[in-house]
C-alpha cells in the first residue's frame, strides 16, 4: 500500500529552520529521519501527515564527537556509523552491537539514531542500548529553547516519548565513567538481524578488586517496550564477582522475574522469560570481560 499524497515537503538547512518550518506548517506534520518507521507508517495508514521536513540536509544533526570522556552523537547519525566507530568501543561498545545488525544492508546505510528513538518501537534496538548505556537526550523545543532529558526519563512506554509536538532530538549524549567499564548487547530474533523476540543490553562498572560497583540491565521487546530490572541491578551492584558464572546467571534470573513478558503469535512468555536468563547471562559475561581489558 502506497502513502496517501503529500501536500507540503521541506528541505531545511538548519536545526533552527526545521523548526520554524514545524512551526508555521498547516495540518499533521512528522520530520523524517531516515525513514525507516515512518514510511512503514504512512504506508500501511498509521498516520498520514499533510506535510514532511526532511532533516538528511541539515549537517549539524551529522557525526559522532569526542571530547575528553563526553561523546555526542548527532541525531541522523546511521546506524552503519555507529556500528563502524571505534570511538563507541569500550565503555559503549553495546551501542555498536546494536547497529551492526539492525535490519538489512539497505536499514543500516538509512536508519538513524535519533529517528529510532524518537519512534521508540517496541521492540526496537536502539532505545535497549541507550537506556543501558544511560544516555542523555538533547531536545530542540518547539519554542526554540534546548533541552537535556535522561534516556530514563526520555522513553515513556510503547512508542511514546519525552517529546512533544514541534520538539525535534537534535543528539544523543554519553559520559564515560571513571573506573573499569563495559557494556554489550543481544538480541535473539525469529530470523537473522529481525527486530529482537527479546533483546538485552547491559552496562557495568567494576571497582578495583574486579567486583561490580553499579550496573545498568535493560530489556526490550516487552510489551510496554524497554525496561530496566531494578533487581538485577541492585544485586549486581552489591559487589558481584563478575568471574563468577553463577553469580551473573543469578542475576539474569532476577531480571527475568522481575520483568513481566507476554505471548505473541511466534513465542510463548515463557519463552521469552528464558531468552531474558540466557542472553542476560550471555552479555553480562561479555560486559564483564570488555570492562577488565
Not at 503529500?6 to 506534520?29: H, K, L, T
Not at 520483568?259 to 521469552?272: N, Q, R
Request: with cysteine; aromatic share 6%; hydrophobic share 40%.
Amino acid at each position: 500500500m502506497y502513502p496517501v499524497p503529500i501536500d507540503q515537503y521541506y528541505r531545511p538547512r538548519s536545526v533552527e529552520e526545521a523548526r520554524q518550518i514545524a512551526a508555521d506548517a498547516n495540518g499533521e506534520f512528522f520530520f523524517v529521519a531516515g525513514g525507516m518507521s515512518l514510511m512503514q507508517a504512512m504506508k500501511s495508514r498509521m498516520v498520514a501527515p499533510d506535510c514532511l521536513i526532511d532533516l538528511n540536509f541539515i549537517d549539524e544533526l551529522r557525526g559522532i564527537e569526542v571530547s575528553g570522556k563526553q561523546i555526542r552523537i548527532g541525531a541522523m547519525t546511521r546506524y552503519r556509523e555507529l556500528a563502524e566507530n571505534k570511538n563507541l568501543l569500550g565503555p559503549f561498545t553495546a551501542m555498536s552491537d546494536a547497529a551492526a545488525h539492525i535490519g538489512d544492508r539497505q536499514v543500516r546505510n538509512r536508519g538513524t539514531i535519533g529517528g529510532s528513538l524518537s519512534w521508540n518501537y517496541v521492540s526496537a534496538c536502539t532505545p535497549i542500548v541507550a537506556l543501558a548505556c544511560g544516555a542523555t537526550i538533547e531536545i530542540l523545543r518547539s519554542n526554540g529553547s534546548t533541552d537535556t532529558v535522561s534516556i530514563d526519563d526520555f522513553l515513556q512506554g510503547m512508542m511514546t516519548t519525552a517529546l512533544e509536538e514541534g520538539d525535534l532530538l537534535t543528539s544523543i549524549h554519553l559520559q564515560e565513567p571513571d573506573s573499569a567499564s563495559g557494556s554489550a548487547y543481544r538480541k535473539w530474533g525469529i530470523v537473522t538481524d529481525a527486530l529482537p523476540v527479546i533483546g538485552v543490553g547491559i552496562n557495568l562498572e567494576l571497582d578495583s578488586s574486579g567486583k561490580c560497583s553499579s550496573a545498568r540491565f535493560a530489556v526490550g521487546g516487552l510489551s510496554s517496550g524497554p525496561k530496566r530490572s531494578t533487581a538485577a541491578e541492585n544485586q549486581l551492584a552489591s559487589g558481584v564477582d563478575v568471574a563468577d558464572m553463577e553469580a551473573l546467571r543469578a542475576c539474569a534470573a532476577a531480571a527475568a522475574e522481575e520483568l513481566e513478558t507476554h505471548d505473541d503469535p511466534w513465542v510463548s512468555a515463557e519463552y521469552k522469560t528464558q531468552l531474558i536468563v540466557q542472553l542476560g547471562t550471555e552479555m553480562l559475561i561479555k560486559a564483564a570481560t570488555r570492562a577488565r581489558g
